[in-house]
Structure formats: structure tokens, C-alpha cells
């Protein structure tokens, strides 16, 4: 199941939309918007772009942690770790980034 998209009036009768997990889980709450059609508008623009987003990371650089003494290392056995590179990874989710077929949005409202 996938997450909905809920349109609501806001205490100062703003209008606005979250966007739930299937748990319920709220993942996005939208700015306010003044008509009920600006914020329809607005979650077909989220609808277009969120999928195809690039990730920008505007946190500062992580510290290295400090050397750990190899005799305090966990010893793991039968399960190797591959870790892919940011660059592979990008390059790697390109074909699923298709572009749809058809209207993306039918109007609303």
C-alpha cells in the first residue's frame, strides 16, 4: 500500500496537505496555502518531483571516530558487508527514473 496524501484546513484556515506512511506515520507536512486549488496543485507537484529528488546533504562533515584497537573489533562470520558507492548508486537508479506515460494529473477540485 502506498502513502495518501491528506488535505486539511489548518487552525488559522490555511489549507494544507501531509503526507502519511501506510502506518499512518506523518512523512511531510506542506507549507500553507490560501485556495484549496493551490494546495491540490501543490501535491501534484510533489507527486511529480519527490520521486525523481536528489539528495543534498547540507549537514557538516562527520568527525572520524577515533582508531579503535583491533582486539575490540567484533568478529563477524558468514556475512560479508558490500557497501556501493554515491556515484554507482545514482547511476544505478537512473533506468528506474523513467518518465511517465500520459498525464501525470487530472485536475482536481
Not at 489548518?10 to 493551490?38: H, N
Not at 575490540?72 to 558507492?85: A, L, N
Request: aromatic content about 8%; glycine content about 8%.
Amino acid at each position: 500500500m502506498a502513502g495518501m496524501f491528506e488535505l486539511y484546513v489548518d487552525p488559522e484556515s490555511y489549507f494544507r496537505f501531509r503526507l502519511t506512511a501506510p502506518d499512518g506515520t506523518v512523512m511531510a507536512v506542506s507549507k500553507a496555502f490560501d485556495t484549496k486549488t493551490a494546495a491540490v496543485a501543490g501535491i501534484a507537484e510533489v507527486r511529480e518531483y519527490a520521486g525523481m529528488g536528489h539528495i543534498t546533504d547540507l549537514c557538516p562533515a562527520a568527525r572520524k571516530p577515533a582508531q579503535q584497537d583491533i582486539r575490540d573489533v567484533p568478529v563477524t562470520q558468514g556475512h560479508e558487508v558490500r557497501r556501493i558507492p554515491a556515484a554507482d548508486l545514482h547511476a544505478r537508479a537512473r533506468p528506474l527514473r523513467q518518465p511517465a506515460v500520459g498525464p501525470r494529473w487530472a485536475g482536481a477540485v
